[in-house]
C-alpha cells in the first residue's frame, strides 16, 4: 500500500480517485482524468511513500501529453492552495 505525505507531515493512503477528481477540476475530461490517473498510480506503486509534490510533478508530466492546458490550469490550481 502506498503512503502519502502530505505538506503537513501527515500521511494517507494513495487514493487514484483523488487524482481523478484534482484533474477534472482542473478542466480536464473524464477520459484524461482517468488515464491520468491510471498513468500516475501505475509509477506510484512501487513506492511505499510519495509525497504530494512528487504526485503533482507526475500528474503534470502525463497531461502534459494529453492536454497541455489542463496541465497548465492544473498547475496554477495547485499554487492557489
Avoid: C, H, P, Y
Avoid at 45 to 66: F, R, Y
Amino acid at each position: 500500500m502506498v503512503k502519502v505525505k502530505k505538506k503537513d507531515g501527515s500521511l494517507e493512503e494513495f487514493m487514484k480517485k483523488k487524482v481523478v477528481a484534482s484533474v477534472k477540476k482542473a478542466g480536464g475530461t473524464v477520459k484524461e482524468a482517468v488515464d491520468v490517473a491510471r498513468e500516475v498510480s501505475g509509477k506510484v506503486v512501487k513506492k511505499t511513500v510519495i509525497t504530494t509534490e512528487e504526485i503533482a510533478k507526475i500528474v503534470v508530466d502525463s497531461l502534459k501529453k494529453v492536454n497541455k492546458k489542463v496541465a497548465d490550469a492544473f498547475v496554477k490550481f495547485r499554487k492557489g492552495k
